[in-house]
Structures are given as C-alpha cells and as structure tokens.
C-alpha cells in the first residue's frame, strides 16, 4: 500500500517542481558541478517478471555508485538511498578514487540510508511506503539546491520527488512510450533514421501473426525475425522465429491466411532469450506490454550504440558510443560494451543519436538517452558505405553504457571530442575501456568484498590515477552469492584496455583455484559530522 505524506506546506505538483529543476540549471554550470545536494535513488523501477531473469538483479542498485565520484566537488552533498544496506568497503572503495578530495571530507558529505527491504517491489515504492525515511531525507538537503536522480523514471519515481518535494532529474513518466519497441521505431521514421522492416506495437497474440505474415509478404526471402516486448530491457525480452521451419514443413502455406495459422503454430517454438522462457508466459505478457515484429538483419554484424544527454533546458550533446558485446542463446542479450565505437561508424552513430535527440527534446525529454543499433558488414559494395547502419531500439534511462563511462569521466576530468568521437583525459590522453556486468563464474561464489579488496591489492589491479589505467569495479554485492562481478578495465589504447581485462580475469581465476588464507582487516571509522546533523 502506497502511503501519502505530505511536508509542511502545500505541496508542489511535479511541472512546478520542473521548472525548479530548469532554474536551478539556469543558475549553475551544471547541476553535477554546482553548490548541490544529489539525492540517488537507484531504483530498478522495471517489471520485476523481467529482471527475475537476470542473476542478482536486486544488486543492480549498486550500478549508480559512479554518482559518489560526484563528491569530488567540494561542495556537493549527495543522499544514497538502497534497499538493503551497502558493504562498508564498497563504498570506501568508491570514495578512494576521488582525486585530490581527502576521504574524510568526502566521507561527512555523504549520507547512506536503507529502506531494509529485500522485497521484490521496487526501491522508489519501498521509500514512498515509509513516510519517516522521506521526511529523514527531506531533513538532509536543501530543497531549493536538490535534485534527485534514478536508474529509470516511472510514476512511482515522480510520486517520490513530489513527496520529498525536490525535482527530478529524469524523464517525464508521461514519455515513458517513445522508450518502447514500438515508440522507438515510431521516432526512427519520424527522422528518417534507417531501420528494419517491422510492425507498429500489437497487443494480442492474433495481432501479432497477423504483422508477422504481412512482413513476410513484404520480404518473402526473409529467414528469421525477432519478436520483442515492448518494455523488455536487455534483451531479455527478444525471442527468435525460425522461418525455414514454416516452408520446411509446409512449402504450400503462401495464402495470408495460411501464413497466419503456421506463424500461430510457430510460436511454441520460438528461441527465447531469456533463461527458462516459455511461450505460455511470453504469450500472456504481449496484452500486458505489447510486442513488435522484426526482420532479423543476417550477416556479419555488430551491435553498437550511441549515447547521449539533453539538459532541462532542451539541448542536446552527445556523450559517448560504445561497440555492445552481446550474448545469449542467439546472440541478443547485453553483457558489456567496448568504448568507442569502431571508427568506420562511430561518427554515423553521433550524428544518427542527436536526429534521435533533438526529436525527443522537442517532445520534452530530459536527462539521459540511449539508442541501439544492429551494422551489417557489406563487402565489396563500393558504391554503399561499408557497414549498414540500422537503428532498433531507444533506452530513455540509464544502463549499462552509463556507469563505466561516467565513471571515466569523473575520474580523468576528460572530454569527449565530437569530431573524432575520442575520449581525452586533462593529460591529452584518448580513453578506451571494456566493461561487463557479468564477470561470472561459479568459482567466484563465496567471496566477500573485503576479499576483493585483496586480490585487488595483491595483483595491482586498481584505478591508478597516475598513469589514469587499471580497473574499476561495481556490482560487487553480487559476487559471494551470485559469483557475478561488474567492472570497467581502462587503457590508453583499445589494447591496452584488453590487457587490462586479461590480467584481471587472470588474477580472479588464480586466486579463486587457491585455498584462501583468512585475514583480518580492521576498518577505520571516520567522524560523520553532516551525517550525525541528520
């Protein structure tokens, strides 16, 4: 049950509250380098059928940890809020990178609370159900210099800045469409931005036949096609058609008709992405979210994707594009990402992502946005560019490209310079990275953060500020149940940034085929001057 609370006085509605938000941008440089207080609620405010899929999905909260670099400007006060509480040494760790801050300091502008909830039901739900832990956050910033951030905006989100009576730095819930399937390629023919062959949302099994046989009709040569929910995320929610099947067992079925009753039948047997998928769930999901048909793009190809930003003021940049590393069943489901993107398209990519951009800023989006693309490799095609570029999805939320990035960011002060689409350090050096939120092997169950920091210091393996290489990690609250790690290895050359990964894997594997031997570390407790204020 959703409890009301209300703060001393009236109450703010959310377009007031946005204006606030476009104010206090109007003020500052930014809103991340000013006098601020950030309040993080990192809320995987998604279908929670969905993310049962994913391996300790509950921990993913941690992905926004890169907000605590934020504390390297002396004047920012940050309000993390979890479900459950967070490892001390995960949070030191984070608060170690901080160039040129004193922990301490950096450590009495930082307030940690915990909703201590394990339920399934999502972090902003759980703080909205919990009128003191609002008011204690309420107590802890400023109003008038506040905003709050979040993994993905939702009406639970927008009920949670309006009771804390801050704005929020995310997208409008009321936009939440154009971030579908189908909303996606709505946008891509609204700018004329190439995409495959496909239908508009369908909301029923029928529905959803029917686009499938009208898009075969479209390209008879067709193999497979990709059937998606609208709102799945990671791929999670992607299933494969085989088609040949269909012609294989009856080659006489050319009817529309007859093309509709072998797709029906050819449901049951779709390759799902998703680990223990079923066609009897997925079916009951398509009334629930929609679904969309696809033609699968054959060949040699990669999936990059392109990643930008549009302030409350309505600009647009781009941020960074990334070359996606994909896995699953059929090669759909994200696992992590190189950055840059390849050069022979990486500038196709910016230019394509601020068409996309400028499309949603009209429309009133705010803060993050991301678009995926499928590129087919087309040889010996002089008069054709040599990859097809072809958009398939937009992500209006933050995801897997957005921490390793930001993280980068803040931890060089660098720049991305749009002409070449590189990343520069202050020192003038170019930036590459891999990173993954699934370093996962069975071995790595059991150990416990404090043991990471070991290996990390044993091996060498951390962030060195001086030479701006070495490993950042996250999701370690994932590792002793799930043995499943998240991390972003940086180099000053797409090489070096592999070797870095190597070496790490390398240094995880060795130790974890070894008999640990226990050790003791004895953790300082810091004075929290600002966090006892509170």
């Known amino acids: 049950m959703q409890t009301e609370f209300f703060p001393s006085g009236m109450q703010e509605t959310f377009p007031d509250l946005q204006q606030r938000l476009r104010d206090l941008w109007r003020s500052v440089e930014a809103l991340e380098l000013g006098d601020t207080d950030i309040i993080v609620v990192p809320s995987l405010s998604l279908d929670q059928r969905e993310l049962q899929k994913i391996d ?3 921990h993913y909260e941690e992905r926004l940890l890169f907000s605590l670099i934020r504390l390297q400007n002396p ?27 004193p922990f301490s300091h950096a450590r009495d502008r930082l307030l940690l609370l915990s909703a201590y909830d394990s339920s399934l039901n999502p972090l902003s739900q759980k703080i909205l159900d919990r009128p003191r832990l609002i008011a204690r956050i309420q107590q802890a910033v400023r109003p008038n210099r506040c905003f709050m951030i979040c993994y993905n905006s939702t009406s639970a989100e927008q ?14 819930p009321g936009l939440l469409k154009w971030g579908t399937k189908g909303g ?12 495959p062959d496909g239908s508009d949302s369908v909301w029923s099994v029928h529905e959803l036949a029917t686009a499938a046989a009208q898009l075969w009709e479209r390209q008879p040569n067709l193999k497979r096609m990709v059937v998606k929910l609208n709102e799945g995320f990671s791929g999670e929610g992607n299933a494969l058609l085989d088609l040949q099947t ?10 529309h008709l007859a093309r509709i009753e072998a797709l029906t039948e050819q449901f049951s047997t779709l390759h799902f992405e998703g680990k223990g998928e079923t066609w009897d769930n997925f079916s009951q999901r398509i009334p629930e979210m929609g679904a969309i048909v696809e033609a699968f793009l054959e060949g040699e190809k990669r999936s990059p994707s392109v990643q930008g930003h549009i302030t409350p003021l309505g600009e647009v940049e781009i941020l960074s594009t990334h070359d996606q590393i994909l896995g699953g069943p059929t090669g759909q489901i994200y696992l992590g990402c190189r950055f840059p993107a390849d050069e022979a398209y990486r500038l196709t990519l910016q230019e394509l992502g601020m068409r996309i951009g400028r499309n949603l800023a009209k429309k009133g989006a705010i803060e993050r946005f991301a678009v995926d693309f499928v590129v087919v490799h087309q040889p010996h095609q002089s008069q054709k560019p040599e990859w097809d570029v072809q958009a398939i999805e937009i992500n209006l939320r933050k995801g897997g490209t957005t921490h390793p990035f930001m993280t980068l960011k803040f931890l060089t002060n660098g720049r991305y310079d749009l002409s070449s689409g590189l990343f520069y350090s202050q020192q003038g050096r170019p930036k590459y990275y891999i990173a993954t939120d ?22 060498q393996l951390h962030f060195d500020t001086s030479t701006e290489t070495g490993t950042v990690f996250h999701l370690m609250g994932c590792l002793s149940e799930f043995g499943k790690l998240g991390l972003t290895s940086i180099g000053n050359s797409p090489q070096q940034a592999e070797d ?6 390398q240094a995880m594997d060795e130790e974890t085929r070894l008999l640990p031997k226990p050790q003791i570390n004895h953790h300082l407790r810091l004075p929290m001057s600002w966090r006892e204020q509170c």
């Open 246 to 255: 269909i012609q294989d067992a009856a080659p006489d079925r050319t009817s």
């Open 75 to 101: 004047r920012t006060r940050l309000v993390y809020v979890t479900s459950q509480p967070l490892h001390p040494s995960v949070i030191d760790y984070y608060l170690q990178l901080l160039p040129g801050i």
């Open 500 to 505: 870095v990964y190597k070496k790490l894997t």
């Open 184 to 195: 996606s390629r709505q946008i891509f023919a609204e700018t004329n931005v190439p995409h």
């Open 159 to 172: 009920n949670l800045a309006v009771q804390l009576g801050v704005p929020l730095y995310a997208l409008d």
């Open 438 to 459: 699934n370093l996962q092997k069975d071995q790595y169950r059991g150990l416990l953060p404090n043991d990471l920091m070991d290996i990390i210091a044993h091996h």
């Open 56 to 58: 300790g999905f509950h």
